[in-house]
């Protein structure tokens, strides 16, 4: 599981990542952040990582990646199963997303 911190600093913002951190922990083995939107989505693509989650984000940074992600039978959405959108990212493997999803909202 990868988790990317936002760029963007304010309190709220921390308090709702902290939460989603809290959240998902006790579930996963391993959270790793190497600081890349990219090379997480396609760690995901490439089985290296489970899944992945970050809450905001440019779409140039995530286009290529996510059809990279579709295209290895990953799957992408937004934290409420919707399509993808920058400020809600979650790629996964198809087994795990719906799960994924419960357990960050």
Do not use: F
């Amino acid at each position: 599981m990868a988790w990317l911190q936002s760029t963007i600093s304010t309190v709220q913002l921390r308090v709702v990542q902290i939460d989603m951190l809290g959240q998902v922990a006790s579930h996963v083995r391993a959270i790793r952040n190497v600081g890349s939107t990219v090379l997480h989505i396609a760690w995901v693509a490439a089985g290296r990582l489970d899944a992945m989650y970050q809450t905001t984000t440019k779409w140039w940074d995530v286009a290529a990646a996510g059809l990279i992600v579709e295209e290895a039978g990953g799957v992408l959405s937004d934290l409420s199963g919707g399509p993808m959108r920058p400020e809600s990212i979650v790629a996964s493997t198809p087994g795990i997303h719906e799960e994924l999803l419960k357990i960050l909202l």
